[in-house]
Every structure is written in structure tokens, then in C-alpha cells.
């Protein structure tokens, strides 16, 4: 049973549409996180949730909107989507701070 | 404010050698250090971390790290390196009362048959 899972695993898509990526977690944990991961493999923080509650919000464009239902689930929509977004994004949980983050498998973003 | 610098982009060692992982971290609060482990295709793994205590931290799959605070630095070391440790290594930093961890660059080791 996967910690820490997210669909989808591959999105291909041209640019101007919008997407959107799922993530759930059935760690319990309090505090869940959407990273960016580049091609040259620099991983990046966009933002954070804590209880349904936003807690990080790096300087992300405001296309990227972040939305957690309940404290399991982080889901990350993309709207009018450019070149510069294909990248892997990673979900990732964890309960309190002290960084023992758990990722998810990542999805990987082709924007065409 | 934080950040972390890895040094080397790439690190290729021989089957059975000693890996060494650089990384130098600056914090301006006490830190918790961590280095995480990313197998190709999937998430980042925790292999250990640095908190409070013993400046010598034991990991997963043979792995340790030092915690030097003069240096500041927290290098990843094991003994003998097996073909399964082909991955990309991230150091990462957390500063006291901050809730935000900060990744370095990450450096991709390769071991040599």
C-alpha cells in the first residue's frame, strides 16, 4: 500500500491547456508539500499545507494553485501551462518538521 | 537564512571503494541536516539525519555522516561501495524554528563494475 502516491505518473500536454495533478497520503501525517524538480535534477519548494491550512507559498506563479480538501490529499492545478513547467513535481508528506519528509514517485510534466 | 553546497555534480567510485559525499551547509540558527537518496524514476528516500546528539549519524544500507560543526559540514561516507548505490544524493538543511527544508543540488554517484 503506497505511503504516499500521485496521478498522474506522466502528463503530455500542449501549451496554454491546464492540468491538474492528485496526490494522497495514508501516513496520517499533518503537513504535505508539492515540490519541483528541474531537469538538472534541483529540487525546489513551491508550496506547503499543514491541516488543510497554507503554510509555504514560494514565489510561484499565480497559475499554480494548490488545494488540500482534507489532510490526506494535496492536489496542484496548472493553468495556461508554458514551456518552463515541464519538470517533475513530487509530492511529498511529513508529520511536524525536522525535514523526515516521504515522496511520492513523482510526475513527470512534458509541456509541448 | 540557509543553504547547502554539494560539492561535486558527479562522483564515480569502484565497486567495494570508499564513497564520499560532499556537503557544506550555512544556517544562521542551529541546523537538523539530512541526506536523502533518489533511485532513477522514483521519489526521494530519507537515508539519515543530523538533529541533536551524537555528531556521528548512522543511515540505511551501510551509509553515515558526521556532523562538523567548525567545517560546517556534513559529508556522506560508507566503507565499500555496492553496485546498488547508484543514485542521486541530496543534502538537505533545515534551520531550528524554520519550516522549510533546503535542498543542494544533489550529486550523482556511479559505481564502476
Known amino acids: 500500500d503506497t505511503a504516499v502516491s500521485q496521478t498522474p505518473k506522466y502528463l503530455v500536454t500542449q501549451m496554454g491547456n491546464d492540468k491538474s495533478i492528485k496526490c494522497e497520503q495514508n501516513l496520517g501525517h499533518d503537513t504535505m508539500y508539492w515540490y519541483k524538480q528541474d531537469s538538472k535534477k534541483f529540487l525546489k519548494i513551491m508550496f506547503s499545507?499543514?491541516?488543510?491550512?497554507?503554510?509555504i507559498n514560494e514565489t510561484v506563479p499565480n497559475r499554480f494553485s494548490p488545494k488540500s480538501p482534507d489532510k490526506a490529499h494535496l492536489n496542484l492545478h496548472i493553468n495556461s501551462l508554458e514551456l518552463g513547467d515541464s519538470a517533475v513535481y513530487f509530492c511529498?508528506?511529513?508529520?511536524?518538521?525536522?525535514?523526515?519528509?516521504?515522496f511520492g514517485e513523482g510526475s513527470r510534466l512534458t509541456v509541448l | 537564512a540557509q543553504s547547502v553546497t554539494q560539492l561535486g555534480s558527479h562522483v564515480s567510485v569502484s565497486e567495494g571503494a570508499l564513497v564520499l559525499l560532499r556537503c557544506n551547509y550555512s544556517?544562521?540558527?542551529?541546523?537538523?541536516l539530512f541526506w536523502y537518496v533518489q533511485y532513477p524514476n522514483q521519489g526521494l528516500q530519507l537515508l539519515l539525519k543530523?538533529?541533536?546528539?551524537?555528531?556521528l549519524v548512522k543511515g540505511i544500507n551501510g551509509f553515515e555522516a558526521e556532523f562538523k560543526k567548525s567545517e560546517t559540514s556534513f559529508h556522506l561516507t560508507k566503507p565499500s561501495a555496492h553496485m546498488s548505490d547508484a543514485a542521486e544524493y541530496f543534502c538537505?538543511?533545515?534551520?531550528?524554528?524554520?519550516?522549510?527544508?533546503?535542498f543542494g543540488t544533489g550529486t550523482r554517484l556511479t559505481i564502476i563494475p
Open positions: 538537505a538543511v533545515e534551520g531550528f524554528g524554520n519550516e522549510k527544508l533546503t
Open positions: 499545507y499543514n491541516n488543510k491550512e497554507l503554510i
Open positions: 511529498a508528506s511529513s508529520q511536524g518538521t525536522l525535514g523526515e519528509l516521504f
Open positions: 544556517s544562521s540558527v542551529p541546523p537538523y
Open positions: 543530523y538533529t541533536t546528539g551524537a555528531t
